[in-house]
């Protein structure tokens, strides 16, 4: 009888085995910002480039909506945003997972880089709704699923970020944040289909992956645009700010070094000033018996 295969014999192995020797060696802190620092440049100019086009043909050459006229404008700048809070949390609770599990200490970083982007994206996304809710419900905040929920992703944010800043200084630094980020998780599938598990008043996704665009090109692209360039300026703002993050810790390591070999400089200096001083005395004293003697 033939030997069952095991997952050594198996012929995915070794390809597995260097994809996963390759993300651990590009997940040390050093080497990840030799393979991603150079990537800011065209980051930025890319997300630029995105965000112009579709700014403009979302403001100028977009038609106006047979119910909502010109005021569903705003679905270019609030969809993109209520996307990325959504995307950018789920990428914390694998930053907390890689960090709590496989103890990378560069997912933590990030995770604390990529925090603030998204509580504010989270944040411009509510303020902008609420705008867009005037016009098409007659007042800017109602209790509604789809609401709630985003308030609720942006007082998860606020809670990471602040366990962030209470444990910077600690040896768990990361610990409390992640498990926070991971509990945080259940709350992204209640924002996505808060419109079909109950009745609301936010419209269904402008997008979907089973079906056609409901809008027309012309509106839809330049929408897709602008998605496109937020994602990639917060992927150009994450490498900054971890960036800021690995500078400002190792500054804070660099001081706490000089500190101390400050005060090994002083103690020596106090221990040659205590044997000067013993040692002047001694020669005293031997010159007074000497003194005392000739005498």
Known sequence: MPNMPTFKSLPFKQPFNKLWRSFLTTAGTKQFFYTFAPWVKWL??????????????????????????????????????????????????????????????????????????????????????????????????????????????????????????????????????????????VN?????????????????????VQQAPKMPADMWLPLLFMIVGGYLLAGALAIVFLWSLFSKRLIIVLRHFCREMRSIFLFMVDMVKELTVRQIRRKGTNHNIQSHEVQ
């Open 44 to 185: 930025s100019i890319m997300a630029g480039l995105f965000l112009v086009l579709g700014s403009v043909g979302g403001l100028l050459f977009a038609p106006p909506d047979y119910l909502q006229g010109n005021s569903y404008r705003i679905i270019f700048v609030h969809v993109p945003l209520a996307s990325l809070a959504m995307s950018i949390y789920f990428a914390m609770a694998v930053c907390a997972v890689s960090f709590l599990v496989w103890k990378v200490k560069t997912a933590s970083l990030l995770a604390q880089a990529i925090a603030p982007i998204g509580f504010w994206a989270c944040v411009l996304s509510l303020i902008t709704g609420s705008i867009w809710a005037k016009p098409t419900w007659g007042t800017y905040w109602v209790w509604d699923a789809r609401l709630t929920s985003m308030l609720i992703l942006a007082f998860l944010y606020a809670g990471v970020m602040a366990l962030f800043s209470a444990f910077e200084h600690t040896s768990n630094r990361g610990k409390a944040p992640a498990i926070l980020s991971i509990i945080g998780v």
């Open 188 to 208: 992204l599938p209640i924002i996505k289909y808060s419109v079909e598990w109950w009745n609301t008043l936010h419209q269904p996704a402008s997008f979907s």
